[in-house]
């Protein structure tokens, strides 16, 4: 009998060995949580379109009005305040054709406007319906907000993605071993188990994991590790993903 062919803790450390790589399937929690993360990823990617696009229409429609636009006076018909300024719609008249627009001005550019006030736009002569006012903000700090928002929860979906595959891997294709505990910790209502264990080449690695229970010193356990990386570790059965017999 080989020194890997006995079982630890019920299992069976040369049949754990003997397909690599091993059939594993995704732990229900885990699938649940992939399966959120890559949604989350699709949202962001169609957030960032429909920023960009917005971005492109909004240069595009500075750029038309100043180069090309006349100037003319509105008449407010309605304000309302928010975080950034004073969102207005405003009338205007060309060639004796009434118009309409809305847009949302800087507090210091707008002042206090009232309906019936006048303010100055620009407008596009072949389509007055192209129209803003003259001192409109076109940046704000706060349109960074979507940006940073799409931009944290794109970034932490394709972190858990990535975890999720790299745990994957190791269940895969890692190699289990016996593994002896050297320390346990309690942990927000659990336990941090401390182990070591030796290489197929004879190198001592140590590593940790959670754990449900508290395991006493001496104790062993199975663990599995990656050949072309030792230094990711883990516990076996790894419990997001449990082997296919």
Same mark, same amino acid.
């Given at each position: 009998?080989?020194? !890997?062919? &006995?079982?630890?803790?019920?299992?069976?450390?040369?049949?754990? !060995?003997?397909?690599?790589?091993?059939?594993?399937? #995704?732990? *229900?929690?885990?699938?649940?949580?992939?399966?959120?993360?890559?949604?989350?990823?699709?949202?962001?990617?169609?957030?960032?379109?429909?920023?960009?696009?917005?971005?492109?229409?909004?240069? @595009? =429609?500075?750029?038309?009005?100043?180069?090309? @636009?006349?100037?003319?006076?509105?008449?407010?018909?309605?304000?309302?305040?928010?975080?950034?300024?004073?969102?207005?719609? &405003?009338?205007?008249?060309?060639?004796?054709?009434?118009?309409?627009?809305?847009?949302?001005?800087?507090?210091? *550019?707008?002042?206090?406007?009232?309906?019936?006030?006048?303010?100055?736009?620009?407008?596009?002569?072949?389509?007055?319906?192209? !129209?803003?006012?003259?001192?409109? @903000?076109?940046?704000?700090?706060?349109?960074?907000?979507? #940006?940073?928002?799409?931009?944290?929860? =794109?970034?932490?979906?394709?972190?858990?993605?990535?975890?999720?595959?790299?745990?994957?891997?190791?269940?895969?294709?890692?190699?289990?071993?016996?593994?002896?505990?050297?320390?346990?910790?309690?942990?927000?209502?659990?336990?941090?188990? &401390?182990?070591?264990?030796?290489?197929?080449?004879?190198?001592?690695?140590?590593?940790?994991?959670?754990?449900?229970?508290?395991?006493?010193?001496?104790?062993?356990?199975?663990?599995?590790?990656?050949?072309?990386?030792?230094?990711?570790?883990?516990?076996?059965?790894?419990?997001?993903?449990?082997?296919?017999?």
């Amino acid at each position: 009998m080989s020194r !890997n062919d &006995y079982s630890l803790d019920g299992i069976n450390i040369s049949q754990a !060995n003997a397909k690599l790589p091993r059939r594993v399937r #995704f732990g *229900a929690t885990t699938a649940r949580l992939l399966s959120g993360a890559i949604l989350v990823c699709l949202i962001g990617v169609a957030g960032y379109t429909w920023m960009f696009y917005n971005t492109l229409k909004t240069i @595009g =429609t500075r750029d038309n009005l100043r180069s090309e @636009g006349s100037i003319s006076d509105a008449v407010v018909t309605a304000s309302k305040m928010n975080h950034s300024g004073v969102y207005v719609r &405003y009338e205007f008249v060309v060639d004796g054709v009434s118009y309409s627009g809305q847009a949302e001005m800087k507090t210091t *550019a707008a002042g206090f406007l009232r309906r019936g006030s006048t303010i100055r736009i620009l407008y596009l002569p072949k389509n007055p319906d192209v !129209n803003l006012p003259s001192s409109w @903000g076109w940046f704000s700090i706060w349109d960074l907000i979507p #940006f940073l928002f799409v931009s944290f929860t =794109t970034v932490v979906s394709i972190y858990l993605v990535i975890v999720a595959l790299r745990e994957r891997h190791l269940a895969r294709k890692g190699v289990v071993v016996e593994g002896r505990v050297i320390g346990c910790a309690s942990n927000q209502g659990a336990f941090t188990v &401390y182990y070591e264990f030796t290489t197929e080449d004879n190198a001592l690695i140590d590593g940790s994991d959670d754990s449900s229970d508290e395991l006493e010193s001496g104790a062993t356990i199975p663990i599995i590790y990656l050949r072309s990386n030792p230094g990711r570790n883990g516990r076996y059965p790894i419990a997001d993903f449990p082997p296919v017999d």
